[in-house]
């Protein structure tokens, strides 16, 4: 795979360890960021959403586990946990937190990168192609790849039922869904839900993308159905 373009960052407070891994990533054509405190490693990765987090388990500010915890609520940014304690308790709490993989101090450099590259792999497409899957409308834009949102180039956070509906309403834009339509794509069994729950997620959908939520230009009400996302034509 190809590396470049690919922003890493590094939330790790003991500095020699993280300009060592710096150093490699950029070494095979990743670009990293070093961040040694906890509070600030979370607003670094709120901020520019990288393709891949390296966190270290302990830190100053607010720890691993709670970073990842945190990041998961918003975001499915992969996360390789790199911390110096070996309990089996802590790689089964990182993992159970989001964590894609757990690597142990004292670690190899190479190893340590090749596991960044086999993580890519498996949840990134190229830079080149990254383009494909991008849901935009006007000044909207979705990416499914890296379960981000953005008005108007400013990243918006949504909980994860959030996201999920705008992108089932983005894909289709025109097609009038009913709640059950929409309730399907989130439950098993609509049936034990109530459907007035589909209403209270695009209020909260519309605070957040709608310049005037109160007139929406995105996300339309059809009386006495449902929703239908606005045809970009209409938008631009």
Do not use: W
Request: glycine share 6%; with cysteine.
């Amino acid at each position: 795979m190809t590396q470049q373009g690919y922003q890493i960052l590094i939330v790790e407070d003991d500095r020699n360890t993280a300009s060592l891994v710096a150093t490699y990533l950029e070494k095979e054509g990743f670009l990293a960021r070093i961040e040694t405190d906890g509070r600030k490693g979370l607003a670094a990765a709120q901020k520019i959403y990288p393709d891949l987090i390296i966190l270290d388990l302990m830190l100053p500010g607010i720890d691993g586990l709670e970073i990842c915890r945190r990041l998961r609520h918003e975001s499915n940014i992969p996360i390789l946990m790199l911390t110096a304690r070996e309990e089996e308790i802590d790689r089964v709490l990182g993992f159970s937190l989001g964590a894609d993989d757990y690597v142990v101090k004292p670690f190899s450099p190479r190893e340590l990168v090749e596991r960044v590259k086999a993580i890519l792999r498996r949840t990134q497409t190229s830079p080149s192609l990254i383009d494909s899957g991008i849901l935009r409308c006007g000044n909207l834009q979705l990416d499914p790849k890296k379960y981000k949102v953005t008005l108007a180039d400013q990243v918006v956070k949504l909980t994860s039922s959030e996201f999920k509906l705008l992108q089932a309403l983005m894909e289709a834009p025109g097609r009038v869904f009913s709640r059950g339509d929409l309730l399907q794509k989130f439950y098993d069994h609509e049936d034990a839900v109530v459907d007035r729950v589909i209403d209270v997620h695009i209020n909260k959908l519309r605070q957040k993308i709608e310049p005037d939520p109160a007139q929406p230009i995105y996300i339309e009400t059809v009386r006495g159905f449902g929703y239908r996302f606005c045809e970009t034509e209409k938008i631009l």
